[in-house]
């Protein structure tokens, strides 16, 4: 019975080592991974550049509102930046630290 339970033990063991050589098509999922970021990056700047101007514009008007609106948006510009540099290393950090 003992034996059984460790055979068991030794066939539950997995172990993963993620690598894309020879996987079919990891090239373009690559590429497409490297366009998402680059369009993030550019929704992040559009963003970031709408809500600044929002935001002059408003103000200077004297729409509080409107000011604020711009703000808002120019924050989750600069949130949205952030976050799409981040997340490769986050991901694989979080990997690492599961794996561990």
Known sequence: MSSM???LG???DV???PNSTGMPGAELIQKLLNWAQM???WGSLGALLAGAAM???AR???SYSGASRGKT???GGV???IIAGLAPAAVNMLFKAASS
């Open 15 to 17: 172990k993963v080592s």
């Open 55 to 57: 935001y002059g514009i």
């Open 73 to 75: 948006l120019a924050m």
């Open 60 to 62: 200077e008007g004297g």
């Open 39 to 41: 369009l993030a990056l």
């Open 5 to 7: 339970v460790s055979m």
């Open 79 to 81: 949130v949205g930046a």
């Open 10 to 12: 030794l066939l539950a």
